[in-house]
């Protein structure tokens, strides 16, 4: 049997509920060693090449020059075999 409400006791069920969540409080949480940020440091390398989409297609060599330069620009490593170890 579902329960019936009229449009006056939905309209206050739907502000009394925004009431209770905009009273300031925040929910309370344990911090975990998982949140933002997280125990490693990040690191973001941006790569742009101008060839790589011509005519709205991926241009494969274009994108593996992107693909090298990032990676070892990432890891620091000497060589494209060296940033993947």
């Given at each position: 049997?579902?329960?019936?409400?009229?449009?006056?006791?939905?309209?206050?069920?739907?502000?009394?509920?925004?009431?209770?969540?905009?009273?300031?409080?925040?929910?309370?949480?344990?911090?975990?060693?998982l949140?933002?940020?997280?125990?490693?440091?990040?690191?973001?390398v941006?790569?742009?090449?101008?060839?790589?989409?011509?005519?709205?297609?991926?241009?494969?060599?274009?994108?593996?020059?992107?693909m090298?330069?990032?990676?070892?620009?990432?890891?620091?490593?000497?060589?494209?075999?060296?940033?993947?170890?």
């Amino acid at each position: 049997m579902a329960a019936e409400f009229s449009r006056r006791e939905l309209i206050e069920a739907v502000f009394a509920s925004a009431a209770i969540r905009s009273s300031g409080q925040a929910p309370s949480t344990t911090k975990s060693q998982l949140g933002i940020p997280g125990p490693f440091r990040g690191k973001v390398v941006a790569v742009e090449h101008p060839g790589s989409i011509i005519g709205g297609k991926y241009q494969q060599q274009a994108v593996r020059e992107m693909m090298r330069r990032g990676m070892m620009e990432l890891t620091g490593a000497p060589s494209w075999e060296e940033a993947w170890r």
